[in-house]
């Protein structure tokens, strides 16, 4: 099935939204409260699936989404339509500060790797799958980095990631990545995960135990700010866990102490 065409806009630097113009007829797939805006005429249905298969069948249905289920991702996926005559516009947002990294999939050779929770939307006819990595390193160290996802197709998809993306091209050459900054890559890349060379590299050096290793030839998309690091942070810097709310300052822990807090 080929992808539905349809046109888009980013809009904002580092709280982006993607705003998806559809022609009469067309559809857009998203994940699950996703959705920012749209306009009249525009209708939407929580489908299981992607509906890159229209002929597959409920058992089929069942098995795709059970994946999903396994990853953690939702079941379903909602569909975006537009019924009226003329040009209408949806917009999606990704749940967490960063930007929207646009993917023409028939200029990427048709297949894009990307990190388990990246995908934002995509034209009707883009297939959402679940790809675990095969090689044992990441299985049994890879975190983050053992559940991938796959999107395949011929239009266009968007990823969503933390913080900046720097795109890096590789030619025959190799990257080395935080397990967790690496957004995604496409054909012709070797993925794996290699463990930190030194005990005190590994326990103390505040880079993991593990780093993502890329080779070949093709993109990779690094994102500067992971999710994951950010909510670390967060948790880290809570009352609940000993932060302090006085942004460093010393008057922040006294102000603690005069309002009760330990």
């Known amino acids: 099935m080929r992808s539905h065409e349809i046109d888009y806009e980013i809009i904002g630097e580092s709280l ?29 249905e929580t489908k299981m699936g992607d509906g ?3 002929e597959q069948g409920l058992m089929g249905k069942l098995f795709s989404a059970g994946k999903r289920a396994f990853t953690g991702e939702s079941l379903f996926m909602t569909h975006f ?23 023409n999939l028939n200029e990427l050779g048709g297949r894009i790797i990307c ?21 044992i390193g990441s299985g049994f160290f890879g975190g983050e980095g053992f559940i991938l996802q796959k999107l395949e197709g011929d239009g266009m998809a968007f990823i969503q990631a933390g913080g900046t993306v ?33 005990i005190k590299s590994m326990l103390f ?15 990779v998309w690094v994102q500067s ?18 932060g302090s709310t006085g942004e460093g300052s010393i008057l922040g822990g006294i102000g603690d102490m005069l309002d009760g807090d330990d």
């Open 166 to 198: 720097v795109r890096k091209e590789l030619n025959n050459e190799t990257l080395r990545v935080d397990t967790g900054c690496l957004v995604g890559f496409t054909e012709g890349i070797d993925y794996d995960i290699e463990m930190a060379k030194g």
């Open 205 to 219: 050096g505040g880079e993991g135990i593990c780093l993502a290793t890329l080779k070949g030839t093709g993109t």
């Open 52 to 54: 890159s298969e229209p």
């Open 81 to 103: 339509e537009n019924v009226g005559e003329g040009k209408r516009r949806v917009a999606f947002a990704a749940p967490y500060p960063g930007s929207i990294v646009p993917l």
């Open 16 to 44: 982006q939204v993607v705003e998806v113009e559809l022609d009469p007829g067309e559809k857009v797939i998203a994940e699950a409260g996703m959705m920012n805006y749209m306009e009249e005429h525009i209708t939407f």
């Open 225 to 242: 700010l992971p999710f994951s690091r950010l909510a670390d942070r967060i948790i880290a810097a809570s009352p609940s866990n000993g």
């Open 115 to 135: 990190q388990k929770d990246s995908f934002l939307c995509a034209a009707l006819g883009t297939k959402v799958d679940i790809a675990f990595n095969k090689k």
